[in-house]
């Protein structure tokens, strides 16, 4: 019979229920024993998953956090928690009993076991399984809303190492490998020592019993003589150090069993070569003392060769200072010693550079890791947290007020699978879907989270399990871009709903480019014409860049229509005109061009190149229009000088318009796209008193294209200009447009 079943089969209901509890403990009976007698009928007869019993679970793990220093309610817990899982409504009724702070911080602990369970089968299977663990890891630090179940979550791992240990149970590898990856190094930033050496070393033993088993063996044969001269050793060097007038805290370090290991396999060492077995760590007051005991101990002992590291002068990039030295004395025996002031102590023990940036550099050795600062502010109010718990004991005791949960960006949810997705405060199943596949978030259409359906809108938490609800196609809506409906938190899925919206306008820009364009070839009859190929012929590397800029008018169709019919032959009064230009009297034109032997002929400067002195140039006669004015290097002019060679004309710049003549040039910016940036822009040209009559701008997936339309009388001025232009935040090039 489950435990469930004897409040269903109570003939009690749950005022009664309660009633009875209330009335079977003395108002004077601890907190610590309300809780057990409570949870005893519940968990005497279950068992864990690894066979242990859940009531002796219970008591050791309540005896391990008294030991620590926990308050009495986080002791209460330790029963409580286990007891959930048996009650059909646990808030309710722990509540009533207890009190509301003792209900949240048993469900919490009960919620985070349950879900860290499920998480860790997820990463032994999972092919990112170390991904997977580092989620782990961090969800232990963000999940819980009081602290204190973090170390409930420690101490309840290692109780359930010293049952598998002591009882020699076979097939729990993946129980101690996440020991290893995730509770002790999270026991190390708690600076829990005891919990971190005896957890790692049970996890070890469970995973590599022979290996060490030796070491233990290798240990063990001098362990006295080796404890015997530490402390000798120590003894000798503070009262040494205190005859020269230095102030010294002289400790010796403890070696663990499976830091040894690690540190034979992170430098590829033999057990003999471990030299800070014996080891000392001398606190000074001051710099200058640090260097003054490496001196006199330099002095009376021997320092080996490539065995000093002054961290003091060169800090480690994570903050960490000290002197280490390793020497030996007039034995021979090999000591490590390291050497520092108080504050480098404190923050080597509590700050950046403690053990979890140090010690645990993973495989990357022993170079140092970097921290950052959210870390090291989760890493100091973890530090806090049994201060917090007896402060918490000096409050009114029942409803006192929990610790406060410390800010945070990110939240830690999982699939259906368990499998542990980061994401930033505040996010929505949308942010959730977006996270698992661009795809995935562009169909999504509804969300159950924690088996309950929810809008898309609906912000998650920190442990729930989220399942996306999704079309086979679609996309998404222009709602989700809007902040104040608040269906997305996450920047990475805003960028993509915008990627998609900005896909579907260049979509709709080529198709009605390539409609333009195929009704053009069916009015010329030259439907065979195959698109590529008329693409290559206008200088396009595809038919579907020529299709875009057609799309947004940006290319004239009339150029097309110019290379796909044949010369024609020139009228009467054209050939005259071009036979007029093998004389050698020139003429000024309006434009201020010279068309070299030809009087009073019209001119316009083309809009495809835009020509300004002192550009070369080239001209071509039209056909009703005059002479068209192109830069000599424009694209257009080419294929028309291919197609027509026979009315290209000379020209060249005259002098009739004027010094003060201004000429519109183009000028193509390609930037991030961003607030302002029109702006910035635009004074960049009012600096430079360059008159601005005209500007185009289009944003496609975050980049922003912009064209310039300015006035100049000279074009030599725009080099100065775009280097101006390129400075800005955000430019990714500036040129002018060569048509």
Not at 235 to 254: C, S
Not at 617 to 646: E, I, W, Y
Request: aromatic fraction near 6%; glycine fraction near 6%.
């Amino acid at each position: 019979m489950k435990s469930t079943d004897i409040l269903d089969d109570s003939p009690l209901g749950l005022e009664d229920l309660l009633s009875a509890v209330g009335e079977s403990f003395e108002p004077s009976t601890q907190t610590v024993e309300r809780a057990r007698a409570f949870a005893e009928p519940f968990l005497s007869g279950q068992q864990l998953d690894n066979g242990e019993n859940c009531w002796a679970h219970a008591d050791a793990l309540a005896d391990l956090v008294k030991s620590l220093g926990g308050s009495d309610d986080m002791q209460a817990a330790c029963y409580l928690a286990f007891a959930c899982e048996h009650l059909n409504k646990p808030q309710e009724l722990i509540a009533k009993t207890f009190g509301e702070s003792h209900a949240a911080l048993a469900i919490e602990t009960m919620r985070l076991m349950q879900l860290q369970q499920q998480a860790r089968g997820r990463a032994a299977h999972h092919p990112q399984g170390q991904v997977q663990i580092e989620f782990v890891r961090r969800m232990l630090l963000a999940f819980s809303r009081d602290l204190r179940v973090v170390v409930l979550r420690l101490a309840s791992r290692l109780q359930t190492l010293r049952y598998l240990h002591s009882h020699k149970k076979p097939g729990f590898d993946d129980v101690a490998s996440e020991s290893l990856q995730v509770f002790a190094p999270l026991a190390n930033r708690l600076g829990i020592w005891q919990i971190k050496w005896e957890m790692e070393d049970l996890a070890f033993r469970l995973l590599e019993p022979q290996t060490y088993k030796q070491v233990a063996g290798w240990l063990e044969d001098k362990r006295v003589e080796r404890e015997a001269q530490v402390t000798q050793l120590r003894q000798t060097l503070a009262d040494q150090l205190l005859a020269q007038g230095i102030r010294a805290q002289v400790q010796g370090r403890p070696k663990h069993i499976y830091s040894i290991i690690k540190k034979m396999r992170g430098k590829s060492l033999d057990f003999s070569q471990v030299r800070d077995l014996r080891a000392l760590r001398v606190i000074v007051d001051s710099v200058d003392d640090c260097y003054r005991v490496l001196s006199w101990v330099h002095a009376q002992m021997t320092p080996l060769d490539n065995e000093f590291d002054d961290y003091i002068a060169k800090p480690k990039s994570n903050g960490y200072q000290s002197l280490h030295t390793v020497v030996s004395d007039a034995l021979g025996r090999v000591v490590e010693i390291q050497i520092r002031t108080h504050a480098m102590h404190s923050h080597a023990e509590f700050g950046v550079a403690a053990h979890w940036a140090y010690k645990e550099a993973g495989v990357k050795g022993y170079a140092g890791a970097q921290v950052s600062d959210a870390q090291a502010k989760k890493m100091a109010v973890l530090r806090q947290l049994l201060a917090w718990e007896r402060e918490l004991n000096h409050a009114a005791h029942g409803d006192a007020a929990l610790p406060t949960r410390t800010d945070d960006d990110k939240i830690y949810v999982l699939t259906p699978q368990a499998a542990v997705v980061e994401l930033p405060v505040h996010a929505t199943p949308v942010d959730f879907a977006y996270s698992l596949h661009t795809d995935l978030g562009h169909r999504c259409r509804g969300a159950r989270v924690d088996g309950v359906m929810v809008p898309l809108s609906t912000p998650l938490n920190n442990g729930q399990t989220v399942e996306v609800i999704a079309t086979k196609e679609g996309g998404p809506s222009r709602d989700w871009l809007n902040p104040e409906l608040g269906f997305l938190a996450s920047a990475r899925a805003k960028a993509k709903v915008r990627a998609w919206f900005n896909a579907q306008v260049v979509s709709q820009t080529m198709a009605r480019g390539r409609e333009l364009v195929e009704k053009l070839l069916q009015r010329e009859g030259k439907t065979a014409l195959k698109l590529e190929e008329l693409a290559a012929q206008l200088g396009f590397q595809t038919a579907a860049q020529l299709f875009e800029v057609v799309g947004k008018d940006e290319f004239s169709l009339k150029t097309i229509e110019t290379c796909l019919r044949p010369p024609a032959p020139l009228p009467d009064e054209d050939e005259r005109l071009l036979r007029k230009t093998q004389r050698t009297k020139t003429s000024n034109t309006p434009s201020g061009v010279l068309v070299v032997g030809v009087d009073s002929l019209m001119t316009q400067l083309a809009k495809c190149c835009r020509p300004a002195p002192p550009d070369l140039l080239g001209g071509f006669v039209t056909r009703g229009k005059g002479v068209s004015v192109h830069r000599g290097s424009c694209k257009n002019f080419t294929q028309l000088a291919l197609s027509c060679p026979d009315r290209v004309i000379p020209v060249a710049w005259g002098t009739k318009a004027g010094p003060d003549a201004l000429y519109p040039v183009d000028i193509q910016i390609v930037a991030n796209d961003r607030q302002g940036l029109l702006r910035d822009i635009s004074e960049v040209f009012a600096k430079d008193k360059i008159n601005v009559i005209g500007v185009q701008t289009q944003s496609i997936k975050d980049t922003a294209w912009m064209t310039f339309t300015v006035e100049l009388a000279d074009a030599s001025r725009l080099g100065k200009v775009l280097l101006t232009v390129k400075e800005v935040s955000g430019v990714r090039s500036a040129r002018r447009h060569l048509g």
